[in-house]
């Protein structure tokens, strides 16, 4: 075993001595795991129906109404009555997900007024359009945590990289790019995003860029300090004096070496992607209210103090989603701690 792999090894083995970090980790991988298939999790179309006989697959084909005996030759409406009355009777049966609601499910059969509260038909209530909360949560966690994830990834690949070159080369080169950085700082991003999303129709493609233009920052430094530090070690000097070009300095001896404080950062960077995805829609600036996200139902909370469970059940979720990620970086912090004991 390499003394690379002796490092990640023993690493991973501090870290599972993190007992609430190495918990919240895997919390963390079933729910973003889930949430992948919220489709087949929450979903107002059944997995497979049979009917007459006949097997369909709803989930994967739409079928009109007349399939089912109904009178219309539009997509069937697998909540009305009617059809579940259809699908329940002479044999007939079907297997719906555990929660029978899509991200924008709307129950126009619902015996109480939207914003409606927690019940049997659903388990967490209902938004102020009608469509059901959970559902809402399950695919807003998703967006969140696909968000998170990939904002958190390109930012570090650009600060890792604008930052290492710095660092690595020094000099007018390193001098140039604070200066720059500098600057680029000092732009309002917040104004930017406004100005961009009165243009623009408000996507995740569009935030994900304009943040990853800022996001870059703060790794940078950390990771122009620490090449900074590796290039003087005597093995890059050994290594140069073999005659090693750059690129095989960097990526042999000084990247490795570099890399703890930046993924000791990844997870407080996912936090603070989430943080910044739910206070945009909090504010009108995100994706709109046709994606499901956390922020908009904060928002719709806000508008509807009188229906507690939407505040409530939004705020529960994006409290745990958090912990989780903090506990996740804490411990991972931990485990890289070069001052730690294997």
Known sequence: MSSAQGYWSRAWARFKTQRRAYVCLWLFVACFVVSLAAELVSNDKPYVVSYHGELYFPLFKDYPETTFGGDFPTPTDYL??????????????????????????????????????????????????????????????RTSALFALALTITGSLLGMLIGGV???????????????????????????????????EPSLSLLLILMTLFGWLGLAD?????????????????????????????????????????????????GAAILALTSLDFLGLGVGQQTASLGELLAQGKANLDAWWISVSTFIVLLGLMLMLVLIGEGLRAALDPRAKS
Not at 103 to 132: H, I, M, Q
């Open 80 to 141: 009305d009555p009617f059809i579940r009355e259809q699908l329940g009777k002479g044999g007939n049966w079907a297997i719906f997900p555990p929660n029978r609601y899509g991200v924008n499910t709307l129950n126009y059969f619902a015996s109480s007024p939207n914003p409606a509260p927690p019940s049997g038909e659903n388990w967490l209530g209902t938004d102020d359009k009608g469509r059901d909360l959970l559902a809402r949560l399950i695919y807003g966690f």
């Open 222 to 270: 950390y990771t122009r300090a620490e090449f900074l530090r590796n290039r003087q070690q005597e093995y890059v000097l050994a290594a140069r004096a073999m005659g090693l070009s750059n690129w095989q300095i960097i990526h042999r001896h000084v990247l490795p070496n570099s890399l703890t404080p930046v993924l000791a950062f990844l997870p407080f960077r996912m």
């Open 166 to 200: 710095q660092g690595y080369f020094g000099g007018r080169i390193d001098l140039f790019g604070q200066r720059v950085s500098e600057i680029w700082a000092s732009l309002p991003e917040l104004y930017l995003l406004i100005i961009f999303t009165a243009i623009f």
